[in-house]
């Protein structure tokens, strides 16, 4: 009997090469089963080579534009209105898309429809959040109210729009200061370098629109906090997590290593969590 071939490794290619990108890059140089980074696009191309210098196996840098003939799958990290330009041509192609900036796909509605139509896939992983699986599992049933607390140092909300267009200083806050109360959507608009976790969690339950949120600034924190409260017909459950931010302030290490989780999951003989 002939031994069974294993199937080619996934390509992947990363788009933005910040704290998030790097260190996908580096776990997809160590090794990642089944998967071989095949592409890199960065803002500034002589920076980005230098940092994946210390790499194993030389990686091409290119435009973003020239990443899709290059891999099977994008893990977008970048700036979020760069979303489309990256994660088009792939979902235009049938290939799968790993999106951190879900915030902006709440302005690019026409990217789940590409998907549809042309056999691709935009896979938002876990991130900062814990929970997600509970939350998908009891939108399977009905969810009555999602509320979800968020408070962050100040460096982490530094810049926001919302504070620039309210002309709400932080930098000087003495207590806990409360920036934000409404829907995740508008969360989205206000706050888009923060709220990726939000749009996540609402897109896991019951929509942008349903899912509450408080964003607070707390200049007691070194942690970027979040807490879910969450009433369905299936369960009534909460949930905590306080993330050590990145090298960016407005990122949590742990989305990172969401990332590297998801490509582990590619192809696995047995996998847990949906």
Known sequence: MAAQRSPPPVRVAIAGLGAIGLKVADALDT????????AVSARNAGPAAERLSQLKRAVPVVAIDELEPLADIVVECAPAGLLAQIVEPFLRAGKKAIVLSCGALLQHDRLVNLARTCGGQIIVPTG????????????????????????????????????????????????????????????????????????????????????????????????????????ADSARFSMAIENIPSGNPRTGRITALSVISCLRKMNVPQRVGS
């Not at 090794?31 to 980074?37: Q, V």
């Open 31 to 38: 090794g990642i089963p089944g998967c071989t980074l095949a």
């Open 128 to 231: 900062a959040l814990i929970g997600l699986d509970a939350v998908a599992a009891a939108a399977e049933g009905e969810i009555f109210s999602v509320r979800m607390i968020t408070r962050k140092p100040i460096a982490g909300l530094a810049g926001a729009p919302y504070l620039i267009e309210n002309n709400i200083e932080i930098d000087s806050i003495k207590q806990p200061l409360l920036l934000f109360k409404g829907s995740a959507r508008a969360a989205a608009a206000g706050f888009p370098a923060n709220l990726n976790v939000a749009v996540a969690l609402s897109l896991a339950g019951i929509g942008a629109d349903r899912t509450m949120l408080e964003i607070w600034a707390d200049p007691d924190l070194d942690r970027n906090t979040h807490r879910i409260e969450v009433d």
